[in-house]
């Protein structure tokens, strides 16, 4: 799980410098500065993208059994009997711990991550100020989501929301915000309840 929860962070990061990247490059169209630069980086951050996710065990499986089942291994390796406290004797309120120490770890340039055990919600309040400015900018004008890369953004996430699901079950949500303002992204049990600048 913890090389998964490794490589899923990656794999986000890469597509949170795309979006700034394309971010970035939109604004230099528009103000006519060079486009080199911002063109090279969202280059470069994409194939990075694409290489993490390909290494997500849920695309660099074959069809052989014995890598089948290591690869499901690998996903589920917080799930199920992994956890359960009549083999291995951990509590499910270790295994929250646990997932959001390998969370923090995963997303800690994106910003801080807690967990509210009353509402099982882990929440990512970003501190990142590229992320910041870009979510300052589509909140003023929403109609940017698509041209900066949002959706494969929250794409990310929401395999990250499966993911929790996988290792703890079912009922944990996971949002995103700035500050204490009002989530722009909560997922739950790997779908997306909310999406500020769908």
């Known amino acids: 799980m913890g090389g998964f929860i490794m490589i899923l962070g ?13 971010f970035s490059l939109a604004t230099a ?35 052989t059994p014995a890598t089948h089942t290591a690869m499901q291994s690998q996903i589920s390796s917080q799930s199920g009997k992994a956890f359960s406290a009549s083999s291995s004797g951990v509590t499910q309120a270790d295994n929250e711990q646990s997932v959001k120490q390998q969370l923090a770890k995963a997303l800690t340039k994106l910003g801080d991550v807690t967990f509210d055990k009353s509402s099982k919600t882990y929440t990512l309040t970003v501190t990142n100020s590229d992320l910041k400015q870009t979510i300052a ?16 953004f929250v794409t990310n996430f929401t395999k990250t929301s499966g ?8 009922g944990y949500t996971l949002q995103i915000r700035v500050g204490k303002q009002s989530p722009v992204l909560v997922f739950k049990d790997g779908y997306v309840v ?4 769908e």
Do not use: C
């Open 29 to 63: 169209i528009q103000h006519g500065d060079s486009k080199v630069g911002s063109i090279i980086l969202m280059t470069l951050a994409l194939l990075g993208t694409v290489f993490a996710i390909w290494k997500l065990p849920y695309w660099s499986q074959d069809n």
């Open 137 to 152: 900018a589509l909140n003023k004008k929403p109609s940017l989501a698509k041209q900066a890369k949002w959706p494969r």
């Open 163 to 170: 993911s929790l699901e996988k290792s703890l079950g079912k």
């Open 10 to 22: 990656f794999a986000i990061m890469g597509g949170l410098i795309t979006i700034i990247a394309a």
């Open 194 to 197: 909310k999406n500020q600048f």
